[in-house]
């Protein structure tokens, strides 16, 4: 599988898709264990190249490189293990709804606890086994439901959305345990709806996570909305620098992007490859100021302490925010 970098206006680039996802993971895995500055990733494509020289593929990685990947597999599993753990805990008890240390610390032991019940209670195991026998097809089901993410949490690295697939399996397996303990007992309808209640309010909404972290870093969550709308207002073709892939795609279609990510040749200047690629606007982010290249570029900094002599303006996008945007009229 092979995916294409560009837009209709600009040259593609053909990568193999799992060369992307293992490089990027490798380099995320890279940053955890090594304790490095999370900057690093936007730089992955040259980070790679120096840590599999010659590679172009995922095929290539596995011929060349096997002790990296078999030893990646290992690391895999431990994260999965952990990430499995945490997704089942949060099925039990949604803590993150309640982001308080001690509340989170005792929905640990409670889930302890439950488990531990059911190993001492043979009575309870032998339930459990029976409610999944007799849901047996529906388990089946949802165990091949759950490979592919499964092969990728292990292959490459695992991922938070990838949990949304096991979901129903853990939802499924947890009512059976609680079911096999609790046969008896029924919640009543005037419990529940002080419970809706607060999972009503508490559960967060569109309003308050309305922007990608990407855009926003450290700052508080911004409506780019504004910011689209702006583009969205010039005339003729311009072409946009930034850290976000295809952000021109959320445009009406007159920006095509230049990005740090996939497009910036790390053998030229900052300002070879502005003026090269008539770029006219810059979206400046903290991931962009921090970004290891542009910080040793000089050009770079030349440009942002005196992009007005380039012929730039600067619009500050969000309150109390550091992210602007540098344009051209």
């Known amino acids: 599988m092979y995916f294409y970098i560009g837009t209709p206006s600009s040259t593609y680039k053909e990568i193999d898709r799992t060369y ?26 040259a980070f790679s190249k120096t840590q599999f020289p010659g590679c172009e593929t995922f095929k290539d990685i596995v011929l060349q490189y096997p002790l990296v990947v078999i030893k990646g597999f290992f690391f895999n599993a431990g994260m999965f293990i952990l990430l499995l ?14 982001p308080f240390k001690p509340i989170q610390f005792l929905s640990y032991i409670v889930f302890a606890c439950v488990l531990l019940y059911v190993l001492i209670k043979k009575n309870i195991r032998i339930n459990i086994f029976e ?55 029924y919640l009543k309808l005037f419990y529940l709806i002080p419970i809706f209640i607060i999972f009503y309010i508490k559960t967060p909404n569109i309003i308050r996570y309305n922007t990608p972290a990407i855009v926003s870093g ?69 991931f962009l100021t921090n970004d290891r290249r542009l910080s040793k570029d000089s050009t770079w900094a030349n440009f942002i302490q005196n992009y007005d002599g380039y012929g730039f303006k600067k619009k500050i996008l969000f309150k109390d925010c550091p992210t602007y945007l540098l344009y051209k009229n």
């Open 131 to 185: 409610n999944i026998r007799k849901h047996q097809c529906l388990f089946f089901i949802l165990i091949i439901y759950i490979l592919p993410s499964l092969a990728s949490s292990i292959v490459f690295f695992p991922r938070m959305h990838y949990m949304q697939l096991f979901l129903p399996l853990i939802v499924l397996l947890m009512a059976t345990i609680l079911e096999s303990i609790f046969k008896t007992k």
């Open 218 to 286: 450290s700052c508080p969550n911004q409506s780019y909305k504004d910011f689209v709308k702006e583009l969205n207002k010039k005339d003729g073709t311009h072409v946009i620098f930034s850290n976000i892939h295809n952000l021109s795609m959320m445009t009406k279609g007159n920006f095509s992007d230049f990005e740090a990510e996939y497009d910036y040749d790390n053998s030229k200047t900052f300002k070879e490859q502005m003026l090269s690629k008539n770029i006219d606007h810059i979206l400046v982010t903290e």
């Open 20 to 45: 992307i996802a293992f490089c990027q993971h490798y380099t995320i895995k890279y940053i955890i264990s090594h304790k490095e500055s999370f900057n690093l990733f936007i730089d992955w494509i």
């Open 85 to 98: 753990i945490k997704s089942t805990v949060d099925s039990f008890f949604p803590y993150e709804l309640f």
